[in-house]
């Protein structure tokens, strides 16, 4: 959870918890670092940002524990990041229904329900378009809102994996015949997929594939070295496929 240090104390801290409604929870000295602490303010202070471990909540008492130090860096640093993104994505949606909040309640409220976060949900559209908004349950009015939210905002993530193909042809016209087995490799269906295909060194061909997601990019990438194989054996060549050069 991220949280806001609200009054620290000799027994511990208590935090603002900022992503329910501002629940108060605390976190008690012996979880606020490891080994022992001379002065807990070394540690902690009002105002302050920090991401903690929820380790126990007591609806009937209302309390909530957490824990400071069982939070490395990674986790730190991956939690902050989603968390300004998920505040970014509710200022744009907050913008676009400006004056009708009670109605903002409802979409925020569909699309945390069918996503981890708002952020998620917006690049999943930003992605895969109105289907992804379809399946979360919004009215076509206001999918069609999101969906020009994210398309404005969303910088879609990509990854970049590379493979490699080997192909040789015995043929006269073999050269023609490798260059017909390449540019069978560097088509896609996908819109957002990319493909390039570089001469590495005889008989080697690197492929290059940018797409949204890395299950996306691995099954391009083997289709395409698939293509040119296939291709270039049907003209009495021989191809192999390689993941790493």
Partial sequence: MVC???????FGAFVILDEYANKRGLIHISEVASGWIKYI?????????????????????????????????????????AWKADQ???????MAYEGDEEHLGEVTGALVKGYESLYVALEDAAVRGIDALAEAGLRPEDAEKVLTISQENVKIPYVEITGYVDITSPAPDGVEQIRKALKKAAKTKEEDVTLEVRYVGAPRYRIH????????AEAELRKAA?????FIEKQGGEGAFHRQA
């Fill in 88 to 94: 970014k994505a509710w200022k744009w949606l907050e």
């Fill in 41 to 81: 303010r070394d540690h902690v202070r009002e105002g302050q940002k920090i991401v903690c471990k929820v380790l126990n909540v007591d609806p009937s008492r209302h309390h909530i524990d957490l824990s400071l130090k069982d939070v490395n860096e990674h986790q730190r640093r991956d939690k902050i990041q």
């Fill in 226 to 230: 698939q293509a040119a194989i296939k």
């Fill in 209 to 216: 594939v940018t797409a949204p997601d890395y299950k996306l």
């Fill in 4 to 10: 806001t240090v609200d009054q620290v104390v000799d």
